[in-house]
Nanobody, 122 residues
Framework: VQLQASGGGLVQAGGSLRLSCAAS????????MGWFRQAPGKEREVVSA????????YYADSVKGRFTISRDNAKNTVYLQMNSLKSEDTAVYSC????????????????WGQGTLVTVSS
């Protein structure tokens, strides 16, 4: 499975961005998807995750109420709508896939896309 993340950019604090992660290749399997981010000098952390059906989602406390994860399986695409962005949301955001349910552990994801940079100016 190949993953392609897009949608990053420069935005002012309080603004919004929508990230997309398009999957190609062996997309017949039912993959849970996760969004992770890595800020300069920090470890990669989970932001949000979603099951294949979309029936179960996870949000890190730091983004709860501001970010929304969703997916369109017909388009093999997962989205991360980010509202009320803060300077501390500045990071490289990456998407990842794994068979089965979602997990918050980055080590359990099998496939990773390249990152997309989100910069929030204050």
């Amino acid at each position: 499975v190949q993953l392609q993340a897009s949608g990053g950019g420069l935005v002012q604090a309080g603004g919004s961005l929508r990230l997309s992660c398009a999957a190609s290749g062996r997309t017949s399997s039912r993959y849970a998807m996760g969004w992770f981010r890595q800020a300069p000098g920090k470890e990669r952390e989970v932001v949000s995750a979603i099951t294949w059906s979309g029936g179960s989602t996870y949000y890190a406390d730091s983004v709860k109420g501001r970010f929304t994860i969703s997916r369109d399986n017909a388009k093999n695409t997962v989205y991360l709508q980010m509202n009320s962005l803060k300077s501390e949301d500045t990071a490289v955001y990456s998407c990842a896939a794994k068979v089965g349910g979602w997990t918050t552990s980055r080590h359990e994801y099998d496939y990773w896309g390249q990152g997309t940079l989100v910069t929030v100016s204050s």
